[in-house]
C-alpha cells in the first residue's frame, strides 16, 4: 500500500497527514451524522433532525449564509495567487481549479439557485470554517511539495479533464433544478431530465467528480483525503435527501438511487 501511494502523491510532512487524516474523519462523521438524523440546519432539512428545534436558533436566509460560505474560501485561492506567486503548472492548476470552483459556486448562489429556506448560523460557521480550512490546507500542501520529485505516476492532465466533467455536469444540474421553480415559487417538487432520471443527487455526484479531479491534479495526500471525506458527507446528505423525497411524494420513483447510477 505504502508503495502505491509513493507513485500517486507527493511525500506528506507529518502536519499534512495530520490534517488528511482530521479531514475524512470530521467529514466522515458528519455524512454519518446525517443518516443517523442530525442533519446541518439548512435547505429542506432546516427544520429536521437538529438537536433543538432551528427556530430557537439565530438563521440567516439560504442565499446570505451559501455567498457567506462560499466567499473565504474564494479569497483563499485568488490570495494563493500573489502569497505564492512562483510554482509549477500543477501548483498553478490547483490554485486556479480550487478558486474557479467556488469562484463558480458564488455566481450560482446569485443569479441561478432558487432558494426557499434559511440556515442557521450554527450551520452556516461549521460550513465556512470547512471550506475555508480545506482550501487553505489544499494549497499549502502544494506550496510544500514545490521541488519534491514529481509522483512516477503523473495524473495531472486526467485530473484536469474529471475536474472539468465534474464542473460542468454540477452546473447543469443546479440549472435544472433553478427551473423548477419561478423566482416567488418555493414549493419543492421532483427534478427532472439529465441524471436526475437515475439519482436524485447527481449535483453531489458532479460535485465529487470535480472535487477528484482536483486531487488528481494535486496529486496531495490532503487533496485525496479532502475528496474521500467530502464524498462521505455527500453520500450521507443524499441518501436522507432521496429519504426525504420518498416522505414528501408518494409517487417518487422507487429506481432512483440517491447518489450513484443503479448503485447507492
Not at 130 to 146: G, P, R, T
Not at 198 to 221: D, M, R
Request: proline content about 5%; charged content about 15%; overall charge positive.
Amino acid at each position: 500500500m505504502m508503495f502505491i501511494l509513493l507513485k500517486l502523491f507527493f511525500p506528506p510532512p507529518f502536519l499534512i497527514k495530520a490534517m488528511s487524516v482530521i479531514c475524512v474523519l470530521s467529514l466522515g462523521n458528519v455524512g454519518l451524522s446525517e443518516v443517523r438524523g442530525n442533519h446541518m440546519q439548512y435547505s429542506k432539512f432546516l427544520n429536521i433532525g437538529g438537536r433543538k428545534p432551528a427556530g430557537k436558533k439565530i438563521q440567516v436566509s439560504s442565499r446570505t449564509g451559501m455567498l457567506i460560505a462560499y466567499t473565504p474560501p474564494f479569497l483563499a485561492g485568488a490570495a494563493s495567487f500573489g502569497i505564492f506567486p512562483d510554482g509549477d503548472l500543477r501548483f498553478l492548476l490547483v490554485k486556479s481549479t480550487l478558486t474557479f470552483h467556488f469562484f463558480k459556486r458564488i455566481l450560482e448562489v446569485l443569479f441561478v439557485h432558487r432558494y426557499s429556506g434559511g440556515m442557521t448560523v450554527e450551520s452556516l460557521i461549521t460550513i465556512t470554517l470547512s471550506y475555508f480550512i480545506s482550501s487553505v490546507f489544499f494549497i499549502y500542501a502544494q506550496q510544500l511539495a514545490q521541488g519534491l520529485p514529481e509522483p512516477a505516476i503523473d495524473l495531472m492532465y486526467p485530473g484536469l479533464m474529471l475536474f472539468l466533467i465534474g464542473i460542468s455536469g454540477n452546473f447543469y444540474h443546479h440549472r435544472l433544478l433553478s427551473k423548477l421553480r419561478s423566482k416567488k415559487d418555493k414549493e419543492y417538487r421532483v427534478p427532472k431530465g439529465g441524471l436526475f432520471e437515475l439519482v436524485i443527487c447527481p449535483h453531489y455526484l458532479f460535485e465529487i467528480v470535480g472535487f477528484l479531479g482536483i486531487s488528481l491534479v494535486a496529486q496531495t495526500l490532503y487533496a485525496f483525503s479532502y475528496t474521500v471525506g467530502s464524498s462521505l458527507y455527500l453520500m450521507g446528505r443524499s441518501y436522507v435527501t432521496r429519504r426525504w423525497y420518498f416522505s414528501r411524494f408518494k409517487d417518487f420513483p422507487k429506481d432512483v438511487k440517491a447518489l450513484i447510477p443503479c448503485v447507492f
